[in-house]
């Protein structure tokens, strides 16, 4: 019998977040070994297939056209890039690659029929592949599993009220249609957010109020701290204390008790104790190698060195779901339908985004 809670509120969330950080430590690593075998960290690797060039005006993110970072864009790669990397990945102990690319939602076309060539490429390897490609139709979801998804990933950032201080390119609603549209596959959801932009313990709670009640739960939740990168308009938020990290942490693995949560951005800035709290309050992913997209990550040794320092074994792949089957591309029941979904312009003014605009134009004359 499924036991998890999907009713939750923020006043049932912010008492938990709220605790005596002990009780929130005990009970949060109490349900932790209930659920899930306490030594064991699935590994991904995340891949940028696509970098830089992005449309959207994300706040946090060095990868919007908009903002003057120092990101060097670059095409998509091609299959054989991606499965060298994956490869690598694979020998180093992830069971998961992750592929990124810096779009607002996929066009169907030359492009994505690549992406769906590297998603059957990687499922072969016997690795678990995760797409995070932007926002996705029902059509676009039903071909990626088709080819062997294992996971997509499609955060929901913050709450939705403090969603419209860091975008106005799209609204939260596409997020949750989005979702919505993995789910009508077999392809698990991953779906998160990020901590450290400002918003207030309010938004987080909301923010997990938004993936708890959803039924089914995501199957993994990312949590990221904030890399505050220069010419992004949150390029002045200091950096999240750990305390912020491990509340978040131990809040998030009692209110989805069963979803695998990945300790993701801001792993640099986390001293291996603060991380080790972390996998006591319930982490049980990080993302592995030296940059995270475009952000530092640590080594893929340190962390192996950390794991053995903890006693962490690397999860086998398809442990928690089985392995997809691949479907040839000659043998696809489903074609291109070239759609043109509305995904929503809200296009409201954030004034922090439209000064890094600014001053991103000024400095590219
Ligand atoms: S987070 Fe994704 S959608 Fe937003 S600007 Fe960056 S690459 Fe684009």
Excluded at 79 to 104: I, P
Excluded at 232 to 257: C, G, H, N, Y
Aim: glycine share 6%.
């Amino acid at each position: 019998m499924d036991e998890t809670r999907h009713n939750w509120t923020k006043e049932a969330i912010l008492e938990i977040y709220n605790k005596p950080l002990m009780e929130l430590l005990y009970e949060a690593a109490t349900i932790h070994r209930l659920r899930h075998d306490p030594n064991t960290v699935q590994v991904s690797t995340l891949v940028s297939i696509k970098t830089g060039g992005c449309s959207e005006d994300c706040g946090y993110c060095p990868q919007a056209a908009r903002y003057h970072t120092n990101i060097e864009g670059n095409a998509l790669m091609s299959v054989q890039q991606v499965k060298a990397q994956a490869l690598r990945a694979k020998a180093s102990g992830s069971s998961r690659v992750c592929m990124g690319a810096a779009w607002r939602n996929v066009k169907d076309g030359k492009a994505f029929d690549q992406v769906l060539e590297m998603v059957r490429t990687i499922n072969k390897l016997d690795m678990e592949v995760c797409c995070t490609l932007g926002m996705i139709t029902e059509n676009q979801a039903k071909r990626l599993a088709e080819a062997g998804l294992y996971a997509y990933n499609h955060n929901l950032d913050t709450s939705e009220d403090y969603y419209k201080e860091v975008i106005s390119t799209r609204g939260y609603q596409d997020r949750l249609d989005t979702i919505g549209n993995v789910r009508k596959t077999n392809v698990t959801v991953c779906s998160g957010g990020i901590i450290g932009m400002g918003e207030t313990v309010e938004d987080r709670a909301g923010m997990l109020v938004a993936l708890s009640t959803l039924n089914p739960q995501p199957e993994s939740t990312p949590i990221n701290a904030l890399v505050a990168v220069e010419g992004t308009p949150l390029e002045d938020q200091k950096p999240v204390s750990i305390w912020d990290m491990v509340r978040m942490v131990a809040t998030t693995r009692i209110v989805m008790p069963e979803t695998q949560v990945r300790l993701s951005a801001g792993r640099t800035q986390m001293s291996r104790e603060g991380q080790a709290l972390c996998f006591f309050a319930g982490a049980n992913s990080i993302f592995a190698g030296d940059t995270l997209l475009t952000t530092p990550n640590p080594d893929i040794n340190e962390d192996m060195d950390m794991f053995k320092l903890l006693g962490l074994t690397p999860q086998k792949p398809f442990i928690k779901k089985g392995q997809p089957e691949t479907v040839e591309a000659s043998q696809s029941q489903y074609q291109a339908l070239e759609e043109k979904p509305k995904w929503t312009r809200p296009k409201h003014v954030i004034e922090r985004n439209e000064l890094a605009k600014e001053k991103g134009k000024s400095l590219k004359l």
